[in-house]
């Protein structure tokens, strides 16, 4: 009863402006446009097909060349600047304050300066939070931005600019300003491992000062810090004749300057315990070390500077183990995410830095961490599931048109809808990543859907009797529209998260980038390359047949669709 009140069943039905020029538009793009230079490429098949191939080669020469670059995961902006300072363990807290006061300061004049070139001349810096410790020999400075849907200027160019502000300070052990968030740790992570401490150490040292040379690079550090001073003593020979041993020696040392607990006993509800020790006076200065006397096994007292040798030196703070040896990690960040290579310079270090170390420093060994870890370990998960989705693709493709041939071509589409991947990133002025290859995935069955409409279109007018090439132009006009309007659509639902600023979308827009471009490539791919894959596999075929049997077939018999409808007429007679 509701359906027969329809305004779709009368007569005269209504169409408005809007859907007539539309009609008119999609008509004239394929009758005009896309009808001819469908017949073209049809015509000169080589040429059409040399096309996508050489743009495909210089899209992977792009690739390689830098131009378009490739990094582990996209770099997540944050609305804060977080600077780490780190100076050696027992430093004053009067000097680490005096150093985060002057990062602070830095800070409001950087904001002075970004001021006049924001919108509106809003302050680039809401606020600075300033904290000491823990200990007294760290200190964190953070800096409260704007919000990025307002800022003009990204964090780690605000970040940079700090950096620069405050220079150089001299006796810090590492001083890191982060502008955002990486997933998976640090872009640039190497662990260096060895047994021999000494080649180690010196192996890092090396590995720090190359990064240091790297204009590309910021924030370098490592978790092998520097401890507190402590007085390193050497046994002389003369002590071993006279039956000192090392421990007796320390452990003299330790109870004259820092106690030993002589007694212990209850008072009520208290523990007393009795420290011996000397007094103020003589142990107020390292020099009475050198007057000190030890007790040998004997009851002899030698003076400590007779028997023993002895040096300040830093400590160790922890001490980091990698598949049983000793490991130290030096990373560092990429001052321009935007313009830099994590790939590029993790490549470099592979190739020019490590191996010249392990000339120098033969026992160390490298192993790459951080991002490079979390990529490879996505990639070879990938590397397994890929080839059997592909493979369950072609599988049901191939029992769907009862052909292996058009599944074939229709997955070779796939490697040229990279091209408008990578040149999507390119012009958005992203590096392809992790979240890119994301988006290539779910492009994949986009592309298949795209194709299988065609394909099946193109069989049924083959059934229907048309000669091959006007069926294949038949069919790409049918499904013209379809096609069309279908990837426009999702371009357009995909537009405002391309155009996103806010720092939530930054980790989706590599993805809807892939996505968005994959499909504006692989819509000409579908309607112009597709077609002219099936006419020169059907070539192939054509030419195959005649050079096996002597006789030229109709080009309409080797189609699958064409078979089959033979075989279906064979058994119904």
């Known amino acids: 009863a509701h359906v027969a009140h329809s305004k779709a069943l009368t007569k005269k039905q209504k169409t408005y402006w809007i859907n007539r020029q539309a009609d008119k538009f999609i008509n004239w793009l394929k009758d005009t446009l896309y009808g001819p230079y469908l017949k073209f490429f049809l015509k000169y098949k080589f040429l059409g097909l040399a096309i996508p191939v050489m743009l495909l080669i210089i899209t992977i020469g792009a690739i390689g060349g830098g131009i378009i670059r490739v990094t582990f995961f996209p770099s997540i902006a944050s609305d804060r600047v977080s600077i780490t300072l780190r100076m050696p363990q027992g430093t004053n807290e009067m000097i680490t304050d005096s150093l985060a006061t002057r990062i602070e300061d830095a800070a409001w004049m950087v904001n002075e300066d970004f001021k006049k070139r924001q919108t509106d001349n809003l302050d680039v810096v809401d606020n600075v939070i300033k904290r000491i410790g823990p200990g007294t020999a760290n200190a964190t400075v953070t800096v409260n931005l704007l919000p990025g849907e307002k800022r003009d200027f990204p964090s780690y160019i605000i970040s940079t600019a700090i ?6 300070l001299y006796g810090v052990e590492t001083l890191e300003f982060g502008s955002g968030s990486s997933f998976g ?68 040392v330790r109870s004259g300057f820092f106690g030993f607990q002589a007694q212990r006993f209850q008072r009520r509800r208290d523990e007393i315990r009795v420290w011996v020790r000397y007094d103020r006076d003589a142990r107020s200065s390292i020099k009475n070390l050198d007057d000190m006397r030890i007790v040998s096994s004997t009851g002899q007292r030698v003076p400590l500077s007779e028997i023993a040798e002895y040096e300040i030196a830093r400590g160790e703070i922890s001490i980091n183990h990698l598949d049983g040896r000793r490991e130290i990690n030096v990373n560092a960040d990429l001052k321009d995410p935007r313009n830099s290579s994590a790939t590029d310079i993790m490549a470099e270090v592979k190739e020019d830095i490590m191996p010249e170390i392990q000339a120098q420093y033969p026992t160390v060994t490298a192993g790459f961490e951080g991002q490079n870890r979390e990529a490879e370990r996505t990639g070879s998960s990938a590397a397994k599931v890929l080839p059997v989705i592909l493979f369950l693709m072609f599988m049901i493709i191939a029992f769907t048109f009862r052909s292996i041939s058009q599944p074939l071509l229709l997955l070779l589409m796939v490697p040229f809808s990279l091209i408008g991947v990578a040149w999507g990133h390119w012009l958005h002025n992203y590096p392809l990543n992790m979240s890119s290859f994301l988006g290539i995935i779910a492009l994949i069955g986009i592309v298949v859907n795209d194709g299988l409409v065609l394909i099946e279109k193109f069989n049924g007018f083959l059934r229907e009797g048309l000669p091959f090439d006007e069926a294949i132009i038949a069919a790409g006009k049918s499904r013209f529209r379809a096609i069309f309007l279908t990837s426009l659509t999702t371009i357009a639902g995909l537009s405002p998260l391309l155009l996103e600023k806010s720092r939530q979308a930054q980790f989706l827009i590599p993805m809807a980038i892939s996505i ?42 080797l189609e699958r669709a064409i078979k089959d409808q033979n075989i279906e007429s064979y058994d119904t007679v």
């Not at 000409?524 to 030419?543: C, D, F, Q, R, W």
């Open 185 to 252: 740790g640090k872009p640039v992570s190497v662990s260096l491992m060895s047994n021999n401490i000494d080649e180690l150490k010196g192996a890092k040292e090396m590995l720090k000062e190359k990064f240091r040379q790297n204009p590309l690079l910021k924030d370098i550090a490592d978790n092998d810090p520097a401890g507190i001073k402590e007085i390193e003593i050497t046994l002389k020979e003369s002590a071993y004749a006279l039956g000192f041993t090392l421990n007796d020696v320390i452990g003299q």
């Open 163 to 168: 950096n620069d502000k405050v220079g150089a």
């Open 516 to 557: 968005a471009y994959g499909i504006g490539l692989a819509t000409l791919l579908t309607l112009l390359m597709l077609p002219l894959l099936l006419a020169i596999g059907n070539s192939v075929k054509m030419y195959y047949t005649w050079l096996i049997k002597g006789i030229k077939p109709r080009r309409e018999e």
